[in-house]
């Protein structure tokens, strides 16, 4: 991840480091020694007693969290959750009905029970963590015999704030994994969201008996329809889905689509509106389209209408908004003096001209944008761009036409932002076996990521087929009948090499809360640090503009790391984006002579104190002839015939744009 204050570096003592990686090394020591082995029960009294314990502690603010490592670092507070990576393992993709049944008695130690399920149900309260959350459940059946541990990794809140292991009563856990916590106690652990099916007892099943007469069907999807009214009324978007849901069931049945298939369609209408307010944009589409009537009475006409809106504003979130504007033409055919289907179609017309001609109103956009309202109303415009096959580099992205020095390449608006400011701002130490390093890891972004997926399926191939080390079972996307599967190792190691820092633009932010996001179509674009084009951020839109002219077919370069400092740079693309680069540049900064090296940094650190002291705005010519003779110095450590014209003195940047902004005092 590429951020834009870099100033912010959060430091971890070599003791710390050391720490964190003997406690993972020992875990994996000891979960190897043990694959295979006989679990061993526990005492369900003392188990009960210890996690009703440990979540009072953690509602008064409490609670010991064993993940949590002492940082230090410029602007931020000295402690982050520090977390082990790159053991992947793939996500069930099995439906709960075609899994066999398994029992706690049944679990062995450091194993994934494939093809297995487990039923469970809560038995104490939820200790929430900072990375993750636990609890005690029991087999259903057996009060007071058998126990364990169950917990939930990072994706241990759904939509909101929510625990998920605190909003239902009991479980399907699809392939168990139990394994060891860090600490060495034997846990079930969820990594995968899709792998975890809660029961909520709240809801009644809506399985209908075969012989089933339409009345008493109808009596059930009506009972269903009034108990979601009720709990959208409150607001329990979650339950008031839920029990749409279970009405649907028995309302697509034969025996009541046959006398009154209006249910159905009230149904989902209904729930179109509960998936648009949930962010559940396939779904909101596919229900609104469902609930058509296309009669020519005016109810009939005014449900369709709600159903175009509900369809039309699910498109435009999507960014689909050719299909947003026929749903909304349709909407205004059926009620031509409506104005708010007026106003919507003339906002709609605007990002389909942004999306063709990448004429964004900058200015405008960023007037409208706030701390409260961070994110952009704007197109993304590719079309100067294609994606394609860079030599030694994976894909990269290309021209499609001559770009001038100075021109809009593409715009996007992410897929996904975190901001520091917001509550899904989490950044973790992650400590990766597979490479030996500790990296400071945007993690609540993956957390975001991998809730959008699950709630757009629509979207997952595009994300999964970013560049990411973990490649999983290489698939695009898969479902079952439980809903959408996700990979989290998948998508976490394509956030890592593919998500960008959009800066502080609302407010202060350090190395610990740094707002991240992913967008997608820029996520082609390779590294140069003889760049021909540089990324700016409107909010959530990132610009990416040419710096000097590029013909059509030529790749375009924007600087992952933008340090001057040669060794700096190398490691920052190494650590973070797995690569040495090897552009002209590098080649000769390469060859040099290391003492010169350090003496031109020793020189550009200096320059930068200077740059960050001295505003330019009336400066003094002394001031002036002081920074002249700093770039100068910086100047002469670079060899005239090895760096070339062409080739950027990195070094020189910052003092060249001060001198070039500097007016002297009158
Ligand atoms: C944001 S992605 C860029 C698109 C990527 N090349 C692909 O095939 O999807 C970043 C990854 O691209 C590769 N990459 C980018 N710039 C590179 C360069 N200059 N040299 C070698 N690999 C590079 C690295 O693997 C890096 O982790």
Same mark, same amino acid.
């Given at each position: 991840?590429?951020?834009?204050?870099?100033?912010?570096?959060?430091?971890?003592?070599?003791?710390?480091?050391?720490?964190?990686?003997?406690?993972?090394?020992?875990?994996?020591?000891?979960?190897?020694?043990?694959?295979?082995?006989?679990?061993?029960?526990?005492?369900?009294?003392?188990?009960?007693?210890?996690?009703?314990?440990?979540?009072?502690?953690?509602?008064? +603010?409490?609670?010991?969290?064993?993940?949590?490592?002492?940082?230090? +670092?410029?602007?931020?507070? =000295?402690?982050?959750?520090?977390?082990?990576?790159?053991?992947?393992?793939?996500?069930?993709?099995?439906?709960?009905?075609?899994?066999?049944?398994?029992?706690?008695?049944?679990?062995?130690?450091?194993?994934?029970?494939?093809?297995?399920?487990?039923?469970?149900?809560?038995?104490?309260?939820?200790?929430?963590?900072?990375?993750?959350?636990?609890?005690?459940?029991?087999?259903?059946?057996?009060?007071?015999?058998?126990?364990?541990?169950?917990?939930?990794?990072?994706?241990?809140?759904?939509? +909101?704030?929510?625990?998920?292991?605190?909003?239902?009563?009991?479980?399907?856990?699809?392939?168990?994994?139990?394994?060891?916590?860090?600490?060495?106690?034997?846990?079930?652990?969820?990594?995968?969201?899709?792998?975890?099916?809660?029961?909520?007892?709240?809801?009644?099943? =809506?399985?209908?008996?075969?012989?089933?007469?339409?009345?008493?069907?109808?009596?059930?999807?009506?009972?269903?329809?009034?108990?979601?009214?009720?709990?959208?009324?409150?607001?329990?978007?979650?339950?008031?889905?839920?029990?749409?849901?279970?009405?649907?069931?028995?309302?697509?049945?034969?025996?009541?689509?046959?006398?009154?298939?209006?249910?159905?369609?009230?149904?989902?209408?209904?729930?179109?509106?509960?998936?648009?307010?949930?962010?559940?944009?396939?779904?909101?589409?596919?229900?609104?389209?469902?609930?058509?009537?296309?009669?020519?009475?005016?109810?009939?006409?005014?449900?369709?209408?709600?159903?175009?809106?509900?369809? =039309?504003?699910?498109?435009?979130?999507?960014?689909?908004?050719?299909?947003?504007?026929?749903?909304?033409?349709?909407?205004?055919?059926?009620?031509?003096?409506?104005?708010?289907?007026?106003?919507?179609?003339?906002?709609?017309?605007?990002?389909?001209?942004?999306?063709?001609?990448?004429?964004?109103?900058?200015?405008?956009?960023?007037? +409208?944008?706030?701390?409260?309202?961070?994110?952009?109303?704007?197109?993304?415009?590719?079309?100067?761009?294609?994606?394609?096959?860079?030599?030694?580099?994976?894909?990269?992205?290309?021209?499609?036409?001559?770009?001038?020095?100075?021109?809009?390449?593409?715009?996007?608006?992410?897929?996904?932002?975190?901001?520091?400011?917001?509550?899904?701002?989490?950044?973790?130490?992650?400590?990766?076996?597979?490479?030996?390093?500790?990296?400071?890891?945007?993690?609540?972004?993956?957390?975001?990521?991998?809730?959008?997926?699950?709630?757009?399926?629509?979207?997952?191939?595009?994300?999964?087929?970013?560049?990411?080390?973990?490649?999983?079972?290489?698939?695009?996307?898969?479902?079952?009948?439980?809903?959408?599967?996700?990979?989290?190792?998948?998508?976490?190691?394509?956030?890592?090499?593919?998500?960008?820092?959009?800066?502080?633009?609302?407010?202060?932010?350090?190395?610990?809360?740094?707002?991240?996001?992913?967008?997608?179509?820029?996520?082609?674009?390779?590294?140069?640090?003889?760049?021909?084009?540089?990324?700016?951020?409107?909010?959530?839109?990132?610009?990416?503009?040419?710096?000097?002219?590029?013909?059509?077919?030529?790749?375009?370069?924007?600087?992952?790391?933008?340090?001057?400092?040669?060794?700096?740079?190398?490691?920052?693309?190494?650590?973070?984006?797995?690569?040495?680069?090897?552009?002209?540049?590098?080649?000769?900064?390469?060859?040099?002579?290391?003492?010169?090296?350090?003496?031109?940094?020793?020189?550009?650190?200096?320059?930068?104190?200077?740059?960050?002291?001295?505003?330019?705005?009336?400066?003094?010519?002394?001031?002036?002839?002081?920074?002249?003779?700093?770039?100068?110095?910086?100047?002469?450590?670079?060899? =005239?015939?090895?760096?070339?014209?062409?080739?950027?003195?990195?070094?020189?940047?910052?003092?060249?744009?001060?001198?070039?902004?500097?007016?002297?005092?009158?």
């Amino acid at each position: 991840m590429a951020s834009q204050h870099d100033g912010n570096t959060i430091f971890l003592s070599e003791q710390e480091a050391e720490r964190i990686r003997n406690t993972v090394r020992n875990r994996v020591k000891e979960c190897s020694a043990r694959v295979g082995h006989e679990r061993e029960p526990r005492d369900s009294q003392e188990a009960i007693r210890q996690a009703t314990g440990a979540s009072l502690l953690a509602d008064m +603010g409490g609670a010991p969290d064993p993940d949590i490592t002492q940082t230090n +670092g410029r602007g931020h507070g =000295g402690t982050l959750p520090a977390l082990a990576v790159g053991q992947p393992y793939p996500p069930c993709a099995i439906s709960v009905q075609d899994l066999q049944p398994m029992k706690l008695a049944d679990l062995r130690m450091d194993t994934h029970h494939r093809g297995c399920k487990l039923t469970v149900k809560r038995a104490s309260p939820v200790v929430p963590l900072t990375a993750r959350s636990w609890t005690m459940v029991q087999d259903p059946d057996d009060a007071g015999g058998d126990i364990e541990r169950l917990e939930i990794c990072l994706h241990k809140s759904g939509y +909101g704030d929510e625990d998920v292991l605190e909003s239902a009563s009991g479980f399907v856990i699809k392939e168990p994994y139990f394994t060891l916590t860090d600490q060495g106690e034997a846990t079930i652990r969820i990594d995968h969201p899709s792998d975890l099916v809660l029961c909520r007892k709240d809801i009644a099943s =809506g399985s209908l008996a075969e012989d089933m007469d339409a009345t008493t069907a109808e009596k059930m999807a009506r009972s269903c329809k009034d108990k979601g009214n009720a709990a959208l009324a409150k607001q329990d978007l979650q339950l008031a889905h839920a029990h749409y849901t279970e009405g649907l069931k028995v309302a697509q049945q034969k025996v009541l689509l046959d006398t009154n298939a209006d249910l159905a369609r009230d149904l989902s209408r209904n729930r179109a509106h509960v998936n648009l307010l949930l962010d559940r944009l396939d779904e909101a589409k596919t229900d609104a389209t469902a609930s058509l009537i296309g009669k020519d009475d005016q109810r009939s006409k005014d449900l369709d209408s709600k159903a175009f809106f509900r369809a =039309g504003s699910a498109a435009y979130s999507l960014g689909e908004y050719q299909e947003a504007k026929d749903f909304f033409d349709e909407r205004l055919k059926l009620m031509p003096d409506n104005k708010e289907a007026t106003a919507f179609l003339k906002r709609i017309r605007r990002r389909l001209h942004e999306q063709e001609t990448g004429s964004h109103d900058l200015k405008k956009i960023r007037a +409208g944008l706030s701390r409260a309202r961070p994110r952009v109303d704007a197109a993304t415009f590719t079309r100067n761009t294609r994606v394609g096959e860079s030599t030694r580099r994976g894909r990269g992205l290309f021209a499609t036409r001559d770009i001038a020095a100075g021109e809009i390449v593409m715009c996007e608006k992410a897929f996904c932002v975190v901001w520091g400011h917001e509550s899904a701002a989490l950044t973790a130490m992650t400590y990766d076996l597979r490479d030996d390093r500790i990296r400071v890891s945007p993690v609540g972004l993956s957390k975001s990521i991998v809730q959008k997926l699950l709630s757009n399926p629509s979207q997952i191939e595009r994300v999964m087929d970013l560049h990411g080390d973990y490649q999983g079972d290489g698939k695009a996307a898969s479902s079952t009948e439980d809903g959408p599967v996700v990979d989290t190792f998948r998508v976490h190691d394509i956030m890592s090499r593919n998500a960008f820092g959009p800066g502080s633009q609302f407010g202060e932010e350090g190395a610990s809360n740094a707002s991240t996001g992913l967008w997608i179509w820029a996520a082609y674009i390779n590294h140069s640090c003889i760049a021909n084009a540089k990324k700016e951020y409107v909010g959530d839109l990132m610009v990416i503009r040419a710096t000097q002219a590029i013909a059509s077919g030529e790749e375009i370069f924007h600087a992952y790391d933008e340090s001057s400092d040669y060794e700096a740079r190398q490691k920052a693309l190494m650590t973070t984006w797995g690569f040495e680069c090897n552009c002209a540049l590098c080649a000769v900064e390469k060859g040099d002579d290391p003492a010169v090296r350090k003496k031109r940094q020793e020189l550009a650190d200096e320059a930068d104190a200077f740059v960050a002291r001295e505003p330019w705005t009336n400066a003094k010519r002394l001031t002036i002839v002081k920074a002249q003779r700093l770039a100068r110095s910086i100047d002469d450590t670079y060899d =005239g015939k090895r760096y070339k014209s062409g080739l950027p003195r990195l070094a020189t940047r910052r003092i060249q744009e001060w001198l070039a902004n500097a007016t002297p005092r009158r």
